[in-house]
Every structure is written in structure tokens, then in C-alpha cells.
């Protein structure tokens, strides 16, 4: 049984006492529906694990999409301080190193849309290369995977798959700087060579949606939102190039827990101060992997451009298909922030977590200085997804940061077993009318809707709490899955 105690009707605070070690209190986003569940989750003790790493500043947090994950739960931030011996983890950002969403929004209508649907779908599910271990149209040599390291969408863009407008619409404007390319094994840079432009498999997915609620229209018309109005959203990440890089360093950052006298209770947390030449390796070769997820995710959005253009015989631009914005919802980061009334620079890990910064923040785009920064946050396949604004309360408490979707109540192989012998794409279909293409059926079943938490439940916690603020409401039309 967790000791947890309540602080308000959406925070939840596990004490420093709960385990002899830990360095901070842990605190939980969730209303009293979502708790019981995640409590019956390892999750929670992963919290409590987290507040153990060195250097880690004021909470050990997490959001109500949380669920086990591998070291940091799924739905885990946690920020700490190089000038404290702080330290950076591979497991606080995810084998899947900047896995994040991209929302386009355009100038057609739900009617616009539906006598074309099926022709979209099917055209987007030939098109755009998905799968386990897909590979796409778009190949490139060793230098140009290294130009992707180093210049992220940037690259893209100047290969014309994309404008620069999409830039300013990304997050970091598609590129961190410091990456290394000498930081990335042979073994990566064979992994992500033909994998540019390509969706993946599990729960990455392209879906096309129609906005069906606002909330708030005066942000939604800066967003370029409006009821009715057909979006799409893009949700993939660096592919098997990232999945290499976190396991090669994971690898060795398990000796460094001797070397530099680490005591966590768990390997998954394996770490290295942020100075060290290990910490310092990670990240530059990190930075590699975030900037090759920001290019992918822009030439996945190039190839959605084209077959658009094909099907309505307009150019994207007549369509307009412009990017509301692109988030990452797995990274580490060096930001500025407040604690304790004094101006610090930290590492903020975000795992399964979305940056969430507020109205006049210097990082976000001009268009969105009154509206604090786009949040995207995808449901299952067939529920709801919502955009959410960043706000003041976000920078307060959690870092800049909020819930990056409906997070999983199920494991992938308890999906499969309970959903076995079921045909989940004609039951969506013949409930809903969605139309879902998946590469393989057992995507479909680890991806059942019920394998997946409440997302208006988890949306209305960080909602309630003023850590990030409703704006509008998707439903899908039409997906598909690797």
C-alpha cells in the first residue's frame, strides 16, 4: 500500500518518508476517479524511485496519464540541477527519444471531408510507410543523416519537404543545438538511414479529425481552430535510430552508478551527472536522436501534404494545411526556471510529459505570446483528442510541463489477450464510423480503446489544477496505424 497523502482534489503527495533515500516528495496529478487505478499501477513506486536521483529539484511529479514505464513512469518530469551534481538519465526520456504529435489545421469542413474520407484513408495508408521496421521513400546517405542530426526539420525543409513557417510552428523550432554526431554507434545511423518519413508501429498513428468542441473561442481563432473543421494530427517519433541510442547508453550508464557513487533504487534509473563525460555523451547523442524525430515528423507531414493535394487537386497551401504546432512528449531539456525565487538552469526530463509554456514565454512562437503555448494531447483511436494552452500555473508547479495523453490501463500483452479473435477496426467503424487502417492486427488490439485510460478524465485533472488550459476538442475520422 502507497503512502500517499491528499493535498487537494487533483495532487497527491507521496513523502520523503516513504523510502529512506529519497531526495524530494513525489507528487501525483489525478482526481479521486483516476487514483484507484493508478495505484494499482507500479507506477507510483517509480515516483518514489525518481526522488532518489541526484541533483533532483523540489518534486519528483507526475501526470494523470501516468503508468509504469521503463525507470521514470510514463507520464513523469523531473528536473535537476547541474550546479547540484545533478544528473541526466536515459530512462527519463524513453527508448523512443522524442516521440511527440503534430497538429495541422485547414480550411476544410467535416462535409468537406466525408465524401472523400475513404479514398484519404486508403491513400494515406499506401503513402505513408508504417509498420515495424518500415522503411520509406525518402533515403539518405551517412552525410545527410549526419546534416539531420545536427539541423533537425531544418534539413527537411531544405529539401522541400516543408516551408519555413514550419519551423516556427515546432518546438525548438525542430532542432536543439549542441547534438554530436560522433556520439551516435554505427549500429543507429544504420537504424535511422532508411527510416526518414516513416510512421512506426504501437501506438504511433496519422489520424484525420474533426474539431467538435471549443472551449475557448478567442484562443481556438489564434490557434486557426473552429467548430467543425477537419485537423490532422501526426504522432511518431526517432524510430529505431532512437531506440539505439537509448540502449546503448543505458548500457553503459549502469557503471556509472559506481563510478560516481549513485544510489538509486532501481538500474532502469541509471545515470550520469550532467558534467561527466558520460552525461555529456548522452546528451549530445540524445540531441541527434530529438533532431531526427522533428525531421521525420516533418516529411510525415509532407507526404500527408501530397496525397491531399492529389485527392482535392489543390495545392496544400489552397487547402490550408498549416501547422498549428509540433510538441516532443519524451526529451530532456536545459531550461530557465524559478525555485524558490532564485533564477536556475535545469535539466528538465519530460517522459510521456508535454512542455506546457505560458502566455509571454520567450521560447514560444510570436503568434502564440497571448495564448501561452499549443499542448496537443491524443486520445485512443477512438475517443477524443484535445488542444490544450499552456499556462502560468504549468511554470509554478510542474516546470513548464503537463500530460501528454490518455495514458495506457493496460499493458500491450494483456490488450492482446483480451481483445483476441475481436475485429477492433469494424467495431469502430460500426460504432462510430472510423475508419481504421492497421498494418498488423495485433496493433489493433494492443491499441483498443480500452486499453487506454478516461482522456477527458486525465484532460479535466490538468485542466482543474491550471497547469495547462482547454481550448478545443478533436474526434477522429479516420486513422491509421503501423
Known amino acids: 500500500m502507497y503512502k500517499i497523502e491528499k493535498i487537494d482534489n487533483y495532487r ?50 507526475a501526470m494523470p496519464d501516468i503508468h509504469w514505464g521503463y525507470g521514470f513512469s510514463i ?17 527519463g526520456v524513453g527508448y523512443d527519444i522524442n516521440c511527440g504529435v503534430r497538429l495541422l489545421r485547414s480550411d476544410l469542413t467535416a462535409q468537406d471531408i466525408k465524401p472523400k474520407l475513404q479514398n484519404l484513408i486508403n491513400s494515406l495508408f499506401s503513402n505513408v510507410p508504417c509498420g515495424v521496421g518500415s522503411s520509406g521513400d525518402i533515403r539518405v546517405s551517412d552525410k545527410e543523416e549526419t546534416e539531420i542530426f545536427l539541423k533537425g526539420a531544418g534539413w527537411a525543409v531544405k529539401k522541400g519537404y516543408g516551408v519555413k513557417e514550419d519551423l516556427e510552428y515546432t518546438e525548438n523550432k525542430g532542432c536543439m543545438e549542441g547534438a554530436d554526431p560522433d556520439k551516435v554507434s554505427d549500429r543507429a545511423y544504420e537504424r535511422g538511414r532508411k527510416q ?42 526517432s524510430r529505431g535510430l532512437g531506440y539505439q541510442v537509448c540502449d546503448d547508453y543505458v548500457k553503459g550508464m549502469v557503471r556509472c552508478l559506481g563510478k560516481y557513487n549513485i544510489n538509486v533504487p532501481d538500474r532502469q534509473l541509471a545515470c550520469a551527472p550532467l558534467d561527466s563525460p558520460e552525461g555529456k555523451a548522452y546528451f549530445s547523442a540524445m ?18 501534404r501530397e496525397i491531399f493535394e492529389k485527392v482535392f487537386s489543390k495545392s496544400w497551401s489552397d487547402l490550408g494545411l498549416h501547422l498549428v504546432y509540433d510538441v516532443a512528449h519524451n526529451i530532456a531539456k536545459m531550461e530557465r526556471h524559478i525555485v524558490d525565487g532564485k533564477e536556475k538552469t535545469l535539466c528538465v526530463h519530460r517522459k510521456g510529459a508535454t512542455r506546457a509554456f505560458p502566455p509571454h514565454h520567450p521560447d514560444i512562437p510570436e503568434r502564440y505570446k497571448e495564448t501561452g503555448q499549443p499542448v496537443i494531447i491524443p486520445g485512443d483511436m477512438g475517443s477524443f483528442s484535445y488542444i490544450l494552452a499552456g499556462t502560468k500555473g504549468s511554470m509554478q508547479e510542474t516546470f513548464g510541463s503537463t500530460c501528454h495523453g490518455a495514458g495506457r490501463r493496460m499493458s500491450r ?24 487502417r492497421a498494418k498488423g492486427r495485433s496493433t489493433l488490439a494492443e491499441e483498443a480503446p480500452e486499453a487506454y485510460k478516461d482522456v477527458e478524465a486525465v484532460v479535466d485533472v490538468v485542466h482543474q489544477a491550471g497547469i495547462s488550459k482547454k481550448i478545443a476538442r478533436m474526434k477522429p475520422l479516420g486513422v491509421i496505424k503501423g
Open 287 to 304: 540531441k541527434c536522436a530529438a533532431n531526427y524525430a522533428w525531421s521525420n515528423r516533418q516529411c510525415l507531414m509532407y507526404l500527408a
Open 75 to 91: 507520464g513523469g518530469v523531473a528536473a535537476t540541477d547541474p550546479k547540484e551534481n545533478g544528473v541526466i538519465s536515459p530512462g
Open 196 to 237: 526518414s518519413g516513416t510512421l512506426g508501429s504501437g501506438n504511433h498513428f496519422l489520424e484525420i479529425q474533426v474539431v467538435d468542441e471549443v472551449y475557448d473561442d478567442k484562443i481556438a481563432n489564434i490557434f486557426g481552430l473552429f467548430k467543425g473543421q477537419a485537423t490532422v494530427m501526426i504522432h511518431s517519433g
Open 12 to 61: 497527491w503527495k507521496i513523502p520523503t518518508s516513504y523510502k529512506q533515500g529519497m531526495k524530494v516528495p513525489g507528487v501525483i496529478y489525478a482526481s479521486e476517479c483516476l487514483l484507484p487505478e493508478i495505484l494499482k499501477d507500479k507506477a507510483p513506486e517509480q515516483v518514489a524511485n525518481v526522488a532518489f536521483l541526484p541533483g533532483i529539484v523540489k518534486y519528483s511529479l
Open 413 to 436: 500483452s494483456a490488450a492482446i489477450r483480451k481483445c483476441s479473435g475481436r475485429r477492433i477496426d469494424k467495431e469502430l467503424f460500426d460504432r462510430s464510423g472510423i475508419i481504421v
